[in-house]
């Protein structure tokens, strides 16, 4: 990366950072996508760790999360995207154009910046969860319950969105089975009533995940539960685990000098994508703690680069 100035950086190389790229592209902007290697997760993001996606529009027989992004990545070069494989160290926004410093060392300055670095579920740090991950260990309910249609699952949490997850999994699965680590949920009180009244749903109370049980073939075949109050661990037989215990946004970066929510999710200037510093802006699940979906986050992403585009005519750069 040579230190250079260009009309827009998108940080990030998930479907906000890449319909962005594609979008900026299509306006001469010669946009320069700097698409991380560990930060959030592997390049691509999130969608790189799902295997099959059937909800994205254009695609009636499915297409692979790994196969989107590609596609969506060559669509963006077509148009003059150029691409730097590297994690981002430090963001400087005190002037314009914006500095950028890699783990290179090198920089390159941006008269427009977009934020499209994501967001990474929570998980639990246990045994068998990064290999059994895509393979029956899930983050997202609207994503893959589908592929658990008559099965039995298991959902970590205690939340509005464990329970959010798992009355929506009873559309597919045969039994939702909710783990929580207390003896009471921190849901609001209609999410709880609409879990509660559900028939397919049930509760394990004051348990943990301590380990997940399957191998690469056959995927998740089961959990190791470990009681808080005894400390017994017992294995119960499942199909499939969905984690609900919350998401981190990726903005170590920039929450000490953008507005930030309660969550630490980047706060825009609805409808736009214009973050608290002007000519920066923000895309997908790295704002967006709602949706969380790759089609919102690609419709964040064109918004995002049509804000860039105007930014930069209303300020002659």
Sequence with gaps: MTATTRN????GSGPAGLTAATYAARANLEPLVIEGVTA???TGGQL?????V???????????GQDLI???REQAERFGTTYVTDDVTEIDLSSRPFRITSTSGDDVHANTLILATGAKPRRLDVPGEDRLWGQGVSACATCDGFFFRDKEVVVVGGGDSAMEEATFLTKFASKVTVIHRREELRASAIMQERAFKNDKVEFIWNATVAEVLGDDTGGVTGVVLA?????????FDTDGLFLAIGHIPNTDLVADVLETDDDGYLV??????????PGVFAAGDVSDHVY???VTAAGMGCKAAIDAERFLAANDA
């Design 8 to 11: 827009v950086v998108i940080i």
């Design 40 to 42: 959030g997760g592997p």
């Design 48 to 52: 790189t760790l799902t295997t099959e």
């Design 54 to 64: 059937e909800n994205y529009p254009g695609f009636p027989e499915g297409i692979m």
């Design 70 to 72: 590609t596609g969506m």
């Design 227 to 235: 009681d808080m109050v005894t400390g017994d661990t017992t294995e």
């Design 268 to 277: 825009v200037e609805q409808p736009t994508t214009q973050t608290a510093v």
């Design 292 to 294: 969380r979906q790759a």
